[in-house]
Nanobody, 123 residues
Framework: QVQLVESGGGLVQAGGSLRLSCAGS????????VGWFRQAPGRERDFVAA????????SYADSVKGRFTISRDNAKNTKYLQMNSLKPEDTAVYYCVADPWYSGTDYNLYEYWGQGTQVTVSS
């Protein structure tokens, strides 16, 4: 089900930063696990980061660990992906996801998703 809306994507230079936001639409996701995936042209949709519904546990792909931070603001029904030290290889369409229970790396196991937002990092 598509009930998430991403924003914050755009074009940045290598080394720059972006903060992606994902807002719930029509319902609250305060008790849902949430995450981010990305897909570059010609590549599979890759896991980026996830956070449990309690906010007690986060996980990151090795390629973004130390540079990206996932967080959530349940009061605003919004989750974020802070991306620092961006590299050209971070260029992709970024998708937010949510699920009542699942917080793993398989995109297809998430119940809710957004339509994606383009992030382009120039060299």
């Amino acid at each position: 089900q598509v009930q998430l809306v991403e924003s914050g994507g755009g074009l940045v230079q290598a080394g720059g930063s972006l903060r992606l936001s994902c807002a719930g639409s029509g319902r609250t996701f305060n008790n849902y696990a949430v995450g981010w995936f990305r897909q570059a042209p010609g590549r599979e949709r890759d896991f980026v980061a996830a956070i449990t519904w309690t906010g007690e546990k986060t996980s990151y792909a090795d390629s973004v660990k130390g540079r990206f931070t996932i967080s959530r603001d349940n009061a605003k029904n919004t989750k974020y992906l802070q991306m620092n030290s961006l590299k050209p290889e971070d260029t992709a369409v970024y998708y937010c996801v949510a699920d009542p229970w699942y917080s793993g790396t398989d995109y297809n196991l998430y119940e809710y998703w957004g339509q994606g937002t383009q992030v382009t990092v120039s060299s």
